[in-house]
């Protein structure tokens, strides 16, 4: 077998950066509760319930980290007080920043991808976003055909033919693979993402891949949360 890199095709520049964001109010308060059983307990990785824990706290404190509501009945039951002040505070300064970035990139005439792992992160931003006529793919969304409304082929067809169609907002798992957007798009924004590095690749791939515009340069970035010391 012989793979062929994409250095060795004619593609267009890959712009890759990460937006740092500085936690803030009841989310930087909480994160401690989330970290520090991932940095103290002593965790034995030859026990399959071992590794379940493990496993649960890591997509706990990314799910926390990529909008702090999707965790707000686990951290009620710890901390009812606090829970109320995040639900004040709503979605989180990542979604926000991320919601604001994509308007600026409608508003400058062009489409945007946006993918996050979680389903209920992609339906709010679709309801945020409603007025850009935002499509989804995601494990709840099923198959069919391109022109029945609610299946991930006609969300596909509606961004990649449709110009008032200006958001595709997908999970990697579900719309990582099979779908070539890059006629369409060029910038992609990730809310968050797993430690599955095949999904994060394949992403990519679905707006720089050969067919590209090498003139035109392909973006993505990664918002990522720093916790203020």
């Not at 979604?95 to 946006?114: L, P, S």
């Not at 798992?173 to 095949?198: F, M, P, Q, W």
Request: proline share 4%; with cysteine.
């Amino acid at each position: 077998f012989v793979r062929t890199t994409k250095e060795s095709i004619d593609l267009p520049p890959l712009e890759e950066s990460t937006v740092s964001l500085e936690m803030q109010g009841a989310q930087q308060k909480f994160y401690s509760y989330f970290l520090n059983p991932l940095l103290t307990r002593k965790y034995n990785f030859n026990k399959i319930q071992e590794i379940r824990a493990f496993k649960q706290a890591v997509m706990r404190l990314i799910q926390f980290c990529s909008n702090p509501l999707l965790q707000l009945n686990y951290i009620n039951e710890i901390d009812g007080n606090l829970a109320e002040e995040l639900a004040e505070e709503g979605m989180g300064i990542k979604m926000n920043q991320v919601i604001e970035d994509a308007n600026k990139i409608i508003d400058q005439g062009e489409k945007v991808i946006i993918w996050s792992s979680f389903p209920n992160n992609i339906d709010l931003m679709c309801e945020k976003l409603s007025h850009h006529s935002a499509v989804v793919v995601h494990g709840g969304v099923p198959s069919g055909e391109k022109d029945t409304p609610g299946t991930r082929e006609y969300a596909i067809n509606q961004f990649k033919t449709e110009q008032y169609c200006k958001v595709f907002i997908a999970n990697p798992a579900a719309a990582g693979e099979g779908i070539s957007l890059h006629k369409v798009c060029n910038t992609a924004l990730y809310l968050d993402r797993t430690y599955n590095v095949a999904h994060y690749l394949q992403s990519k791939d679905r707006i720089h891949r050969i067919g590209s515009d090498p003139d035109t340069t392909v973006v993505t970035r990664i918002y990522q949360l720093n916790k203020t010391i």
